[in-house]
């Protein structure tokens, strides 16, 4: 199971720095955005579990975005805003936000509201529609629900859960470079010594697994900063 992600839409950039460290320090994946059009691309690059939205952003509103999204989403959302009357709260609340976070707000405080948030049903809804899909890339498909790699000429690739696990992350973030760091982070749970080293073997592993096919495995390695998964991922 990977790591929950959540999209941070905070356009002051201390702000948004230290809370994107807080929370990937406490097992979160962090996509930082400072406006509208950055959340919408961050959108499009892969299933987000959570949003965190703050109100006062440059351009479009926190609360236009949160009638925007629940249009068609149900992703949870927490407003944070240095509003924090009880009228603030009740309007947030009202446009279909989960939880309400005043600034000033501390660390302990934003993990506890996101974790209640996540434990209310949003981690397990995405998961759940996560778990019903089928990816395909450059010729590979990936069975979430039989956690099965298929290779482009039909044959079943032999995967360890940790291996799979890295699969489904990169495909998450397809086109998108990982830091080590945060693959350290998703790895935990499936590697008790998760160290850039061991990241790194578990990455030789599963590029070596997909060269099988005869060509050249997607991942490419970033020199200093992580790895990517180099090819357009479709979802059935």
Known sequence: MTAPVIILVEDDPALRT??????QENGYVVRPCG???EMWQAL???TADLVLLDIMLPGTSGIDLCRSLRKDSEVPIIFISAKGSETDRVIGLELGADDYLAKPFGTRELVARVRAVLRRGGVERAQTERARGILTFDGWTVSLPRRELTSPSGGVIDLTGAEFDLLVTLLDHAQ???ARERLIEL????????????IDVLVSRLRRKLSSAGKDAPIITVRGVGYMLNAPVERK
């Open 187 to 198: 790895s935990r749970t499936r590697l008790g010594d998760s160290s850039d080293r061991s």
């Open 44 to 46: 499009k690059t892969g």
């Open 18 to 23: 230290l809370t994107t460290r807080a929370l």
């Open 35 to 37: 406006s509208a059009p």
């Open 176 to 178: 998108r470079v990982i």
